[in-house]
Every structure is written in C-alpha cells, then in structure tokens.
C-alpha cells in the first residue's frame, strides 16, 4: 500500500489539467460547436471522450488511479454537458451483447454525441420492481419487427431524446425476469407521446411515455429474446457506481463554505457558527472514508471482478452525503431559503440552494431506492438468508 | 391539568375542519396560489364572518379575547389544507403586535378593519444581516420634530404584497444587536418612499423585500413606547411560533397518514409496500415524532397560555427545534415512501414537505432554537 501517485499519475493529473484549460469554453463561442469540437479534442487524446469504455472499442485503458484523477479534475472544470444514457449506459450494453451489425451502426453516433438517448425501464407499475415490467413487444407473424404497447414513467430527457432503450415483455408464462426483450427504437415517430411531469423543485426533466403500437425491426433487438433482464442488470451496476458523485460533493462541500462564508452572523459570519462548522466539518468526514472506499471498489475491479455488490454501498453512501450537503445549504440560505421567485432574494446560492435540494430527495429513490439497495447488501454482501414466512 | 378543549373549541375546531375539507383539495390550493393575489379574498371573507380573525383580540377592541389555545386549534386545522389566507401575517403577527403596544385611539383606528378583513396586516422585522436575530435592526427611524424617519431594508416580509398596514421594527437607540432602542411603528403600505418587490415562496405563498427611503411616519403611529419595542416583537414573535408550530402539526398529520395510506395500496414485489418492515418502522418513527411534536406544541401552548412567559420561553424554543426537526423528518420520509410519486407536484405530500422547510426557516430554524435552549 502506497499513498503517493506515482510520477506518471502526477504527469496525467497535469495531463488533464492542460487539456481542461486548453480547450475551455470561451465567451461568444457557438456553445453547441465548442460541445461537438471538444468531445473531438478528447477523443483525439485517446479515448478522453469515453473514459469507461474498454479499449477494444476506442476507450483509453486507464488505471483505477488514473479514473480517480480524472473525475477530481472533472469535478472543477467546467465541462460540455453530457447525458449518461449514450456513453454511460446504452453503450456498454451494446458492446456486450449487441451483434457487429448493431455496433457498428450505433457507437459511433453516441460516442460523438450527435444523438440523445433516453432509458426505458420503469413503468406505473414497476419502480423498485422492476422485472414486473408489463409494456408487451408483440413479434409479427412474419418475424419482421415486433409491436409494442405500454407505458414507461420518470423517463429523464425522453422530451430531447433521439432514441430509447427500452425493456418489453415478450413473454408472461414463467418467472418475471424471464421473457423481457431489450430493444432499441427511435423517439421521434408515430405512436409515442411524452407528456412532462413536474418535479418539486419545479423542474421539467423526467417525463411519462406512451407508446402504442410503435413498430420495432427484429434487428434492433439486443442480443436473444427473453435475456432483456441479464443484460439490463449488467447495466444496473454499472449506473450504481456512477451515482456516487464523490468529487463533485467535495467540490460542493467547499462551496457551500465559501456561501456560509458570506452570509453574516452578528459580528462575524455563519462559517464562525460552530454548530455550522460541526455540521460541516462531519459532512467532510464522511466524504473522506467514502473516497477511499470509491478507490478500493475501482482497484478490485481493475483487479479483474466486474462491479459487484459493493457498489451498492458507494450509491447508499454517495447520495445520502449528497443530500446532506444540499440540505445544509438550506439551511445556510435561512430565511431566503424560502424564495421562489425568478431572481434570487438576500444571497445568491439559497434559491439554488433550495431548488438542489428538492431534486436531491430523487437521488435515494432513482437507480433502486435506498431500501432495496440495502436489502440487496444484505443478502448478496452479508449473506443473510430470508427464511419462509 | 386538562387536555379537553372546550364546548366552543371544539365548535370552532369543528367548523375550520370543515371549511378546509370543502375547499381546500390539492388543486384548488393550487389554482389560488398560481394566481394574484396568492389566496382567496372570499375565503378571507368567510373567516371574517365567521369570527376566525376576532378571536385572539380583547372584546374590549371588539374581539373574543381568545388566547394561543383557540389559535392552535384554528391552525391546526388551517395546516391539515395549507391554508393560503394570510391568518398568520394579519393577525398574528400584526395583529399580535397592535394588541400588544398600540395606543388605545390606534388600535380603535385599526383592529375593527383587522376584524372584519378590510384590513390586513403583516409583521416586517427580518433584515439582510439579521438571519434569525429579531435583536439585529439595522433599519433607522431618526426623530424628525414630532415624527420619525425610517431609511433601510427588510426581508422576507410575509403578504406584504396584499397588506394595507405593516409593522415594522426601526433602530431608534442602541447599537446593531441590542434588545434595547428598537422601536415598533405601523406604517401604511402605500406610504411615500416605501418600496416593494414582490415574489412567490417555494411553499406556493407570497412575501416581498422592502425598502425604505426616508419614509415619514407620526409619532402617533408608534407601537409601544421608543426603544422598548423588542419586548413586544419577541412575544408576537413567540405567538407566532406557536401558529407556525400548530400549523406543521397539522401538516404532519396528513403526511404520515397519507403515507400509511399510499404504502397500502401500491403494489411492488408481489405485496403492498406496507408488507415491507422496514418501511414500517420507518412509518412508526414518523407517527412518533409527530405525537411527540404534538405534545411539545400543547405544553409551549398551555405555558403560554397560562402567563408564564419564562417557562414559556424556553419550551418555545424546544417547541420550534423538534417541529423544524421532525417537520422535515416526517416530509422527507414520507416523498421517499411514495417513491417517484412523492417527487411529483401532482400529490399532497410534495406540497406539505416544501411546507415544513419554509416553516422551519421562519422565526429561527431548528439549529438556532436548540442553541437558544441551551443557552
């Protein structure tokens, strides 16, 4: 065990600091060219523009230290907006199970970014139950296409979607995670409605799909019939591990210091309270030990296992801190927490401070609520076994 | 020591939680809220007739000389609906200060109007550097011949935007932080070199920040004596804190009931979620911080119904931690159980948590009050 980064790790730190600035965003520049250039820029680094990938399909092969790196720089530059669902979901998924055909067609799309996709999984009535999916994907007599029915719910940027990854039933006649179909299909055709749905914060992200009898060539099925849910489970993992947002939270954390910093206390100003500096000082605390675990899980995957069950813990962990550092920020705004109108009122951070609060709530529900994850630790980490009731 | 609320409590009790069942359902709350002026001024109406905004004044000022018990039973009920009218603003914390300081030829000026809903006042003590502070005034009123002039700022003022009459606190003495040398005047809302700048709050009410440049105002219009108005704001304040108190009890209550509800029926895994222990627990815990909040809210009650505004003090602060504390216990917990649902605005139980996190950002949130009991 060492704790130092090696001198090639401190040279890619560097590395990735030069490239950041270099290719920063400047004023009056076309935002959506810059966007398209930049993600060209870090290809041309080497697979910068899609870290996760293997190498096999154009990704850069970095060690666990090297990705640690990368997302502590990420956290404090200032990147092209970017959706997880294309690089980050979709297409692993591809790359694992799709046939040539269906790799060649689509990587190169979502790894240049010129197409968004949204992800089909939950429904009315499945959320934390998921394989109880009910949308029907009928085959046609003739084995074509198939036709496909139901309703997919809190489907984040379905409104700006290009395309939809989306788990059908296929078949009902025996267990619920057997007979799911995964199947890709585009979003802009007759049949499919998105209505918004309005979250607490106000906010218009997520929305409510139909789909009634949208025709789906055989040939954008991924990988057999039926095997929807292994593939779709992979993929789960994969967005656990994402969601923990260490970086990002100590960068925020700081922030919300520096906010306290300006919101006076009598003489002196909230960041003096030491209730307040408690408060945060535990939030930092905890960001501490979390890191290092986010570090351990990345080495034993490099070490050669997938992402397992530990990643649970990482998402458990990363999105109760988040919510913590959010809720602190409400209460750094005080009484301005409360304002809603259009500008902010008293401080510059506490509308947004409210507002990210609010979206917070999400963060321990989406990707497998927070109880099942924990139920999901306790049986495949712990070992405890239910018995018959 | 009697926990039965009179004959005429429990008329009144009655008759609130009826008016709120009839007309306070999510989307007629919501309807009013998205529209100026914020509420219902038939509803405001309503509650004048039927005596609502008389009670807490003397019979002498043509009130019912109800005390803090009568209000909570009113703002309990007001808080299971989420009430949109200005109860609060006009006559609890205006009003709570006029009853409290005003000249006699004062209140006979103004409270009949208060009574009757033509009138309608509002408290504006919160500053830009004053956080939770009522002591920290920076905003002057410097003597002028036989009247005072007001220069400064202040903040977050509650249905300023409809109010006709405000009450604001002024330094007339003293330095930034002390109790003494604030003084309490009633100021007409159209009153020259008086600014506002209006905006909605997350919890779908309204409030305004408020300039004042060189606004002239009458020794007349005086609340109380000069220099010695914190007094009086402290204890409207602490009246307040109980309304806001008894509100988010009554808000609570729909929160954990509507969740027992909800886990009941939606179906995951083959079972109603409420087959899940821990979300029962979890369900237990939220009852339980709700009773307890309950309790706390009768005993600040009583004690300060009682008189004693010592013993009252302290258990107003212990009153106001655990309500901001469990108020977004209960509100949190109860969006998680409804899952996706709860994060919508197209339930209850998003409304009545955003609710609780204004309610806990009024009057001092939950950490201020804990320093403040044990202080």
Redesign the interface.
């Known amino acids: 065990m060492d704790i130092e980064l090696s001198q090639q790790d401190q040279d890619f730190r560097q590395d990735v600091r030069q490239f950041f600035a270099d290719n920063a965003y400047k004023a009056g520049e076309d935002y959506a060219e810059w966007r398209l250039e930049w993600f060209k820029k870090a290809a041309e680094k080497g697979g910068w523009d899609v870290p996760k990938w293997s190498p096999e399909f154009g990704g850069p092969g970095w060690t666990p230290t090297q990705h640690y790196i990368w997302e502590q720089e990420t956290a404090r530059a200032t990147l092209p907006w970017d959706m997880p669902f294309g690089v980050g979901m979709v297409a692993p998924i591809i790359m694992a199970y799709g046939n040539k055909a269906q790799q060649d067609r689509f990587l190169p799309d979502i790894r240049a970014r010129r197409v968004n996709w949204c992800q089909g999984y939950?429904e009315p009535?499945?959320?934390?139950?998921l394989a109880?999916l009910k949308t029907r994907a009928e085959l046609s007599a003739d084995g074509s296409h198939y036709v496909v029915n139901g309703t997919k719910?809190?489907t984040t940027a379905a409104h700006i979607a290009d395309w939809i990854f989306c788990l059908t039933r296929t078949d009902d006649s025996g267990k619920k995670q057997e007979g799911i179909t995964f199947l890709l299909f585009p979003m802009k055709q007759d049949g499919i409605e998105v209505k918004p749905?309005?979250?607490?914060g106000?906010a218009h992200s997520?929305n409510t799909v139909y789909l009634t009898d949208v025709k789906v060539p055989v040939e954008n099925r991924i990988g057999e019939q039926g095997k929807g849910w292994t593939y779709a489970k992979g993929l789960l993992q994969h967005e656990r591990t994402g969601l923990a947002g260490l970086s990002r939270s100590l960068v925020a954390l700081e922030g919300l210091r520096d906010n306290a910093r300006s919101?006076?206390?009598?003489?002196s100003t909230?960041m003096d309270d030491p209730?307040?500096r408690a408060k945060a000082a535990e939030l930092e605390i905890d960001l501490m030990a979390a890191e290092f675990t986010e570090l351990r899980s990345l080495a034993s995957a490099a070490a050669g296992a997938a992402p397992g069950p530990e990643s649970s813990i990482l998402k458990l962990k990363g999105t109760e801190i988040q919510q913590r550092i959010q809720?602190l920020t409400?209460?750094a705004?005080?009484?301005?927490?409360?304002?809603?109108?259009?500008k902010p009122?008293?401080n510059s951070f506490a509308k947004g401070g409210?507002a990210g609060?609010?979206a917070s709530?999400?963060y321990?529900?989406?990707g497998g609520?927070?109880?099942v994850q924990?139920d999901v630790v306790a049986k495949n980490v712990l070992g405890i076994k239910r018995s018959s009731r | 020591m009697n926990f039965e609320l009179s004959e005429e409590q429990q008329l009144i009790q009655d008759s609130v939680a009826r008016f709120v069942q009839e007309n306070y359902g999510l989307e007629a709350r919501v309807a009013l809220a998205a529209k100026d002026p914020g509420f219902s001024t038939t509803h405001w109406q309503t509650m004048a007739e039927l005596g609502w905004l008389a009670l807490p004044f003397a019979e002498a000022d043509g009130g019912f000389g109800g005390n803090q018990i009568d209000v909570m039973v009113i703002m309990e009920q007001f808080g299971k609906g989420l009430i949109l009218e200005p109860y609060l603003a006009s006559i609890v914390m205006g009003g709570g200060a006029l009853k409290r300081g005003a000249s006699a030829a004062l209140k006979e000026e103004i409270l009949a109007g208060v009574i009757d809903g033509t009138y309608q006042l509002t408290l504006a003590y919160a500053e830009p550097q004053s956080r939770f502070d009522l002591h920290d005034v920076t905003t002057s009123a410097r003597v002028d011949g036989d009247s005072f002039v007001i220069n400064g700022a202040k903040s977050m003022v509650l249905n300023a935007s409809t109010a006709s009459h405000i009450v604001v606190s002024a330094r007339t003495g003293g330095g930034q932080i002390d109790e003494s040398g604030i003084s309490l005047f009633l100021l007409n809302a159209d009153t020259d070199g008086l600014t506002r700048e209006d905006f909605p709050t997350v919890d779908g009410l309204r409030a305004s920040e408020l300039a004042f440049k060189d606004v002239r105002i009458g020794a007349d219009r005086l609340i109380g004596e000069v220099d010695k108005g914190y007094e009086i704001l402290n204890a409207t304040a602490n009246d307040a804190i109980l309304a806001l108190a008894a509100e988010a009890v009554g808000a609570m209550e729909v929160l954990y009931k509507d969740t027992v509800a909800y886990t009941q029926e939606r179906e995951q895994f083959g079972h109603p979620l409420s087959d899940f222990q821990v979300l029962q627990h979890r369900m237990v815990d939220m009852f339980m911080e709700y009773e307890q909040c309950k309790s706390m809210l009768y005993r600040a009650t009583m004690e300060a119904a009682a008189g004693d505004p010592e013993t009252a003090q302290r258990t107003i602060h212990a009153l106001k931690h655990i309500v901001g504390k469990y108020g977004i216990f209960i509100g949190e917990n109860a969006v998680q159980l409804h899952g996706g649902m709860g994060m919508t605005e197209e339930l209850r139980v998003g409304h009545y948590f955003k609710r609780m996190l204004v309610i806990d950002s009024q009057f001092g949130n939950a950490d201020y009050h804990l320093q403040k009991f044990a202080a």
Do not use: C, H, Q
Not at chain 1, 197 to 200: D, K, N, Q, V
Not at chain 1, 333 to 342: D, K, L, Q, T, V
């Open positions: 939950s009535g499945a959320g934390s139950d109880s719910i809190w749905i309005i979250t607490l106000g997520v919101v006076p206390r009598g003489n909230l209730a307040f809720k409400v209460e705004g005080g009484i301005y927490s409360a304002a809603w109108g259009p009122v008293g409210m609060y609010l709530r999400a321990t529900i989406y609520a927070s109880e924990k």
